[in-house]
């Protein structure tokens, strides 16, 4: 005989806190001391559990709301006073360009747990900042191609970096609702 709806929901209930309960240690943002010698690259740094994985997670969420809501409208022209859709896209651009700079922050963050990737990723830091700006000028339609490219540039550095380093980085495109939009 089939369990009760009642029983079934508590026993799916169940289940998904146990799960839950397994998992949240594991996502834990609480970090661990490394041994501080010299010859450590982030001894100054907390040691971050999963730190390439984390890496990787984010900066592909980065470099895809990029590439998709930044760069491939760009290249369209879409940015351009009088084109059709101008005013959607810059606030998707925007948007992006805040979201973008959130997950690329959280990714160097992420890269300083481990002693190689945080040397490759520490040249990118003033890259990631001006993505900062980056949102505020394409809302105002100020962007220049200047700021286009250098953006390019360090989405390519960071994706560079990665990958010289074991931690591959590709377009993870978000939805619209995770950068912010409806």
């Known amino acids: 005989m089939l369990s009760s709806p009642s029983r079934l929901g508590h026993g799916v209930?169940?289940?998904l806190m146990s799960a839950l309960l397994l998992l949240l240690p594991a996502c834990s943002s609480k970090t661990k001391q490394?041994?501080?010698?010299p010859a450590s690259a982030?001894?100054?740094q907390d040691k971050v559990r999963f730190a390439k994985t984390k890496f990787v997670a984010?900066?592909?969420l980065?470099?895809?709301a990029v590439y998709q809501w930044i760069y491939k409208p760009y290249k369209?022209?879409?940015f351009q006073k009088g084109a059709r859709g101008r005013t959607a896209a810059l606030v998707k651009g925007g948007l992006a360009?805040?979201?973008a700079y959130n997950r690329f922050k959280a990714a160097i963050r992420d890269a300083q747990g481990d002693p190689?990737?945080?040397k490759a990723v520490a040249p990118l830091t003033g890259g990631v900042d001006k993505l900062k700006d980056l949102g505020s000028k394409i809302k105002g339609g100020n962007a220049t191609d200047s700021d286009f490219n250098q953006i390019q540039n360090t989405v390519n550095g960071v994706k560079n970096a990665g990958s010289q380093n074991g931690a591959n980085v590709t377009d993870n495109v978000p939805s619209l609702k995770q950068i912010g939009g409806s």
Do not use: H, K
Not at 34 to 37: A, E, F, I, M, V
């Open 13 to 15: 209930l169940a289940v």
């Open 34 to 37: 490394t041994s501080s010698s």
């Open 42 to 44: 982030s001894a100054s």
């Open 58 to 60: 984010n900066a592909s």
């Open 62 to 64: 980065a470099s895809g």
């Open 76 to 78: 369209a022209g879409t």
């Open 97 to 99: 360009a805040a979201f």
């Open 116 to 118: 190689l990737l945080s």
